[in-house]
């Protein structure tokens, strides 16, 4: 179990919690008795009971807060959003108190129990040659800081408390897995190997087993400031099979435009178009796993084929209007727009 080092029994004493507490990144004790969890312990916990009057042999259970933040098994999942226990743990219980697991809550509030995909299989020919003998998701975004294209994304699973990101992988997937196998991030990494390109959905649907309910999913060359939270309750709000992340953009014209018709002709001077575009960015349905799908044979199956089939058969595609920052990493001068936006 993970954060195994954080729980404790109900008789110890104070000075050993204290010990235990110096020894662990996150200052959480959990206390467990015979599988239940009867409380939590903080270091904040512990100086107020000292200051009460408290020995430091006094036992765990006479300072523990019963009154802890909790979340039943049976309700976990989705996303949910506890600002005050920024950082902190929280333990994943049956409905006896006995624990499951525990999660650590995001720096920004967080938990996702929902898992997330990152595609990074392609070629990234359009980053030639920097990809010559290095996978697009390990290009240098700023290499005095190790900062790789797929930290991009990753950072931003982490911010909402993903607990475990799977790492669809094709060329050169061999670098990217020992690259993070071994990691500083607070989730679980799961990594799936195609054999061969089948297009962004196609490798999804082969490797549906993995994902036992909805979950997120985006290319690994992107970086936003998206609202995952938000796009999460819209995608469940509207009960759609897929949500997609959308974003308007401006394309200016610097000259004037010739409208012409049969015999006539209309000039529009200097105009602005606007385009609603896909960020590459996805909630998505479990249940549209469940149906067979293309013929596999050599064809692709892009997410954007399933988004049309969907559509043609009347079955819900929503769109989530995202309005900061956005950009695709496909081309070098791309590289340059993020180190300047992320410094």
């Not at 110096?22 to 008795?33: D, G, M, R, Y």
């Not at 990217?176 to 500083?184: C, N």
Request: hydrophobic fraction near 35%; charge should be positive; include cysteine.
């Amino acid at each position: 179990m993970k954060y195994k080092n954080h729980l404790i029994p109900s008789n110890l004493q104070l000075l050993e919690a204290l010990k235990r507490l110096e020894k662990i990144h996150i200052k959480c004790l959990i206390v467990v008795e015979n599988g239940l969890v009867l409380g939590t312990i903080t270091d904040g916990d512990i100086r107020r009971s000292l200051l009460k009057g408290y020995s430091l042999s006094a036992k765990a259970s006479s300072v523990m807060n019963i009154d802890y933040t909790y979340i039943e098994y049976c309700d976990a999942n989705g996303i949910y959003y506890l600002p005050k226990l920024a950082s902190k743990l929280v333990p994943i219980v049956g409905k006896n108190k006995e624990l499951d697991h525990i999660v650590l809550v995001s720096y920004k509030g967080y938990i996702s129990f929902a898992d997330a995909v990152i595609m990074a299989g392609g070629k990234g020919t359009r980053l030639y040659p920097l990809t010559k003998s290095t996978p697009k998701p390990l290009v240098h975004v700023d290499e005095s800081k190790d900062l790789r294209i797929i930290d991009l994304p990753l950072r931003l699973l982490e911010k909402y408390g993903f607990q475990k990101v799977f790492i669809i992988v094709n060329h050169m997937g061999d670098q990217v897995e020992r690259k993070y196998q071994k990691s500083d991030y607070s989730f679980e990494f799961r990594f799936l190997k195609e054999t061969e390109f089948k297009g962004t959905f196609g490798s999804v649907y082969d490797f549906k087993d993995y994902f036992t309910s909805d979950f997120f999913m985006m290319n690994c060359d992107v970086y936003t400031t998206l609202n995952i939270y938000k796009m999460y309750s819209e995608f469940k709000d509207s009960n759609s099979y897929i949500t997609v992340a959308g974003r308007t953009i401006e394309h200016y014209i610097d000259f004037g435009v010739l409208h012409s018709q049969k015999d006539s002709i209309k000039v529009v001077e200097k105009p602005t178009y606007r385009y609603d575009i896909n960020m590459g960015i996805y909630w998505i349905n479990r249940s549209i796993l469940s149906e067979k799908i293309l013929p596999r044979n050599s064809e692709l199956w892009h997410i954007t084929d399933e988004i049309n089939r969907l559509t043609d058969r009347s079955m819900k595609v929503s769109r989530f209007e995202h309005v900061g920052s956005w950009v695709d990493i496909g081309r070098v001068k791309d590289l340059e727009i993020i180190k300047s936006t992320i410094e």
